[in-house]
């Protein structure tokens, strides 16, 4: 599977929002295959890591959050259904269900179960596309995640036991 070319065909390429997509799934890319390196015992699958943070985030492009250059109709916490939906429809269903399965810790029926899964959900939450040039804590994005409830703080925290 080459990530670019599902990419090029929904991004334009001269596109802020292309240029936003791919920054920011780098950064998840790398903290992603960073925590795979520093854990072989965990024997994760690299290439599959690294293709599933590319594309986490591949759904954005229609939903509505023009702050960061999204200009679609669906509300913006659907974008990783859609993403999951698009990804399916070409065949790739491990990296559909990485899509469904990163916002947050994972919405109702949708959290991460797979280690690769989890992975790239964690690493997802260092970076914001909202503030590209920041990178938060892990106390920073635990705090983050406490509006949406303590259950998912704990969860996080697990992660970073389990991955730092």
Request: aromatic letters at 10%; one cysteine or more; a negative charge.
């Amino acid at each position: 599977m080459n990530y670019q070319t599902i990419i090029d065909q929904y991004y334009a390429e001269d596109d802020d929002l292309r240029r936003l997509l791919l920054f920011h799934s780098r950064q998840v890319a790398d903290r992603s295959l960073a925590i795979c390196r520093q854990h072989p015992e965990l024997q994760l699958d690299e290439q599959f890591v690294e293709e599933a943070a590319m594309l986490h985030d591949i759904g954005i492009r229609w939903c509505h959050a023009p702050s960061i250059f999204c200009n679609g109709d669906a509300p913006y916490i659907e974008h990783g259904k859609i993403g999951g939906r698009l990804l399916r429809e070409l065949g790739y269903e491990r990296h559909a269900r990485v899509c469904e399965r990163h916002t947050g810790t994972g919405l109702p029926g949708f959290e991460p179960e797979t280690l690769e899964e989890q992975v790239v959900c964690y690493a997802d939450k260092f970076y914001s596309k909202s503030h590209p040039e920041r990178i938060l804590s892990v106390e920073q994005a635990a705090q983050s995640l406490e509006r949406f409830g303590h259950e998912g703080v704990e969860k996080f925290l697990s992660w970073a036991e389990k991955f730092e």
